[in-house]
Each structure stands twice: as C-alpha cells, then as structure tokens.
C-alpha cells in the first residue's frame, strides 16, 4: 500500500509518500481500505517533534488519528459480515491513518450512515464530537449572544452551526475574504476578521448593543483574550484548544470582579462529563446524518498531506483538513 511516513521532525517536507507493507489484521481487528483520513493541528504539533505536551512516536511513523472506509479484511473471532462494511473510527495519535489501508478493534467501530460520505463521517467521528462536547459545557440557549473563535476552522464551523441552532445570535471570528462568508453561510449573524485593527470596535458595532455572553476559544493568545475582553459580566467562557500557541489569559478579577466562569472542554474534561468518548462519536454521526450539523471539509489527496500540513498550518484552510486516498 501507499502511505504517508515521517523518517525525521521538522518542516511538512518531511513527511514521504512512500510503498510500505500491507497491514493485516489481528485477533479482533478489521483492516479498513481508506477512503478518508482526517488532519489535525496536532498532527503538526508531532511532526515538528514537540513533545512537551504529546507523546512523540517512535520513527519512522505514519500519523493520522482516524479514518473512515470500507472494511476489506478480518482478523481472527471477527464476524465475517463485517467484509464491505462502510465504517469510521479513531486510531490515537500517530497510529497510521495517512495510509491507504488501516486496521483497528472491531469493538471501536462505528457503521457510517448512508447518508454520509467518508469525509463527512470522519470529520465527525472527532471533530463533531469536540464540538457536541464544547457546546454542552457552554449551555448555550436563545438569548444568548456566542462568540466563536476559528470559525472558520473544522471545530469552529460546526460550532457556528450548533449555537445557530440553538437560537443564540452567533459572532464568528476568523480570517477574511472566503473565510468569512463561509462562517455567514454556517449560520453567524456577524462575521469579523480577527487580524484587523480594531476588530472588537467592528464586532461592539454590529451587535447594536447586545452583548457578548459566551465565547468558544480554540485559538487562545491574543485573540482569545480579545474575546474574553468582550464577554459581558456574568459570561460564560469555553476554552476548547490553542491553535495560536497558548491559552487565553484569564486573571482573577476576569472570574471575581467580572463573575466570569471559564471551563476547559477538552479530552477527559468532556468525555468523562458527557458519556465518554464512544457516545460523543456516536451522537455527533447521528447528528449529521440527520443534516442538524453539515461538517465543512477541504481535502486534499493522500500523496499531497506534506501540502495540506503546510496550508493548514498557514491558516489557507476552510473547515476539515482530510486527506483522500484514491484522489492521488
């Protein structure tokens, strides 16, 4: 099979689309002919070998956390009707999804609606569950007035469209151009472009005088304290991630004086809290099949993830990163 290996941490150009062995499945396992593999900034974060807050693989290495795809080989005790089954599931970081075949435990499969294709389904498997599990933390509801931080991103745009649903008038921070009209189609009633000076003064001016009562933070640093800055007295903040590099400073008198909450929604903070992992997997399939959340997805071949880390990382993306093996 074709993969995508990491011989060496460094810059994208390291990552080498290169001919490996065929893996096989053991005892309990399927083998899944990838038809989608989802990116994450993480992927990154391993590939520059930063290990300060992720394990790093041993190399040489294929990355990739989840794929979605057609099972076309069982292991040992697996029923045999799961040959053609079309399914999707994590992996853990680092555990060989940029690769045209792909094995796992029967047990951490999820069957794909039909309704959903490949790209869709692996973008939810774990972004759309981090997003479930960030708007349950927020508690989002009508009169609310939600700003979104990325909401351009994969976990942004759903984001977007969760607290859309819910009623709230959502704000949604992101780059400009394309970015923004992709977060105005997502559903946000004001888009602003977080790079412009004086974007707060932009984002104070389209709300007409309402005012900011939640913030969704996966970008952090300046940006994210931007956000904080407009949260009203009483508001909520829901620190999801740091793309930016480091968390969004909150002080003491943010929580005291401001009677601001903040909560960490991510890893065990929302799975332990929201019926673990499995179940955000399944609920966050289950929404998209019935078309309440649309994941936005950018692919790109599987011969090409060296490019689609490097848009990624330089912020060219809309929504999920994904890599698609038969498009090389």
Do not use: N
């Amino acid at each position: 099979m074709r993969a995508v290996r990491l011989h060496g941490f460094g810059d994208a150009d390291r990552l080498s689309y290169e001919e490996v062995d065929d893996p096989e499945p053991g005892r309990g396992q399927v083998r899944i002919a990838v038809r989608a593999a989802g990116v994450h900034l993480v992927d990154a974060v391993i590939r520059r070998g930063r290990g300060d807050w992720v394990p790093l693989p041993d190399l040489p290495a294929t990355l990739g956390s989840e794929v979605a795809g057609v099972v076309d080989a069982v292991g040992p005790d697996v029923e045999p009707s799961w040959l053609g089954e079309r399914v999707v599931t994590q992996l853990g970081l680092a555990h060989g999804g940029y690769a045209e075949l792909a094995v796992r435990e029967v047990g951490a499969l999820h069957v794909v609606p039909d309704v959903l294709g490949f790209a869709a389904a692996v973008t939810m498997v774990c972004t759309g569950g981090a997003a479930l599990g960030v708007l349950d933390a927020a508690a989002v509801a009508p009169d609310d007035v939600v700003l979104v931080t990325g909401a351009a991103g994969g976990v942004g745009s759903l984001l977007v469209q969760g607290a859309s649903r819910s009623g709230a008038l959502v704000v949604g921070l992101s780059g400009c151009g394309e970015k923004r009209r992709a977060v105005l189609r997502a559903g946000a009633a004001v888009a602003a472009d977080y790079r412009r000076d004086g974007w707060q003064e932009d984002v104070i001016a389209q709300l007409g005088g309402r005012e900011v009562t939640v913030v969704l933070d996966g970008v952090g640093g300046a940006v994210g304290r931007g956000a904080v800055d407009l949260l009203a007295p009483g508001g909520r903040l829901v620190m999801f991630g740091s793309s930016s590099g480091e968390l969004a400073r909150v002080t003491t008198a943010d929580l005291f004086a401001r009677s601001l909450s903040a909560t960490v929604a991510v890893g065990p903070h929302v799975t332990k809290r929201f019926g673990g992992l499995r179940a955000l997997e399944a609920r966050a399939l289950a929404e998209a099949a019935a078309h309440r959340l649309t994941p936005v997805v950018h692919p790109f071949p599987l011969a090409d993830a060296a490019r689609a880390h490097e848009a990624m990382e330089d912020r060219r993306t809309i929504g999920k990163v994904v890599l698609v093996p038969d498009a090389g």
